[in-house]
T-cell receptor
Framework: SAVISQKPSRDICQRGTSLTIQCQVDSQVTMMFWYRQQPGQSLTLIATANQGSEATYESGFVIDKFPISRPNLTFSTLTVSNMSPEDSSIYLC??????????????FGPGTRLTVL | GNSVTQMEGPVTLSEEAFLTINCTYTATGYPSLFWYVQYPGEGLQLLLKATKADDKGSNKGFEATYRKETTSFHLEKGSVQVSDSAVYFCALRVLGGYNKLIFGAGTRLAVHP
């Protein structure tokens, strides 16, 4: 299994600024994912981040807006750049880790609730 | 493409009522299917899963059977409790590439005493 922490847990930001969200895992994992959950909506994958390579972005998401770092096997950051009120969402970090049954499962962090004014 | 459709909420039930939340999917290949639960103020937790046709996932009194013929994975519980109040997400994963999860829209369940 994997225990994931995120910082900050919530923030209120001004339009035009940027926020970096940190994700820390208690074990080494190859694959990390960043999701967005807009108010009342489901989760949408932003990008997949593997250590040592460029992040892979989903359709509708670009690196200039959501730059991602993955410096090692236990840590990643997601930056939300030049924010607008439409970026108000919960941002979740997720990792794929092996369970006791040797099955790969995705575990989720508690999320970062972002409000842009 | 791959997608998940689940019934719209909110679903409001009295304690000890029977629960069904419908989920259907469209997928290329042979997906694994999941139900995740998000309790108020908490992150997503895996509730149950099924990796092949006719598998039944179960946990905490919840069950769901992987039905390939109807491309469905409906969530059921025989007797809900107030503590089951949460948002439930159906999801699929097609192996290969980055193994990403594709989620349904989520169904909010409210259980009243």
């Amino acid at each position: 299994s994997a225990v994931i922490s995120q910082k900050p847990s919530r923030d209120i930001c001004q339009r035009g600024t940027s926020l970096t969200i940190q994700c820390q895992v208690d074990s080494q994992v190859t694959m990390m994912f960043w999701y967005r959950q807009q108010p009342g909506q489901s989760l949408t994958l932003i990008a997949t981040a593997n250590q040592g390579s460029e992040a892979t972005y989903e359709s509708g998401f670009v690196i200039d807006k959501f730059p991602i770092s993955r410096p090692n096997l236990t840590f990643s950051t997601l930056t939300v750049s030049n924010m607008s009120p439409e970026d108000s969402s919960i941002y979740l970090c997720s990792v794929e880790a092996q369970t006791s049954g040797a099955y790969n499962e995705q575990f989720f962090g508690p999320g970062t609730r972002l409000t842009v004014l | 493409g791959n997608s998940v459709t689940q019934m719209e909420g909110p679903v409001t039930l009295s304690e000890e009522a029977f629960l069904t939340i419908n989920c259907t999917y469209t997928a290329t290949g042979y997906p694994s299917l999941f139900w995740y639960v998000q309790y108020p103020g908490e992150g997503l937790q895996l509730l149950l899963k099924a990796t092949k046709a006719d598998d039944k996932g179960s946990n905490k009194g919840f069950e769901a059977t992987y039905r390939k013929e109807t491309t469905s994975f409906h969530l059921e519980k025989g007797s809900v409790q107030v503590s089951d109040s949460a948002v439930y997400f159906c999801a699929l994963r097609v192996l290969g590439g980055y193994n990403k999860l594709i989620f349904g829209a989520g169904t909010r369940l409210a259980v009243h005493p």
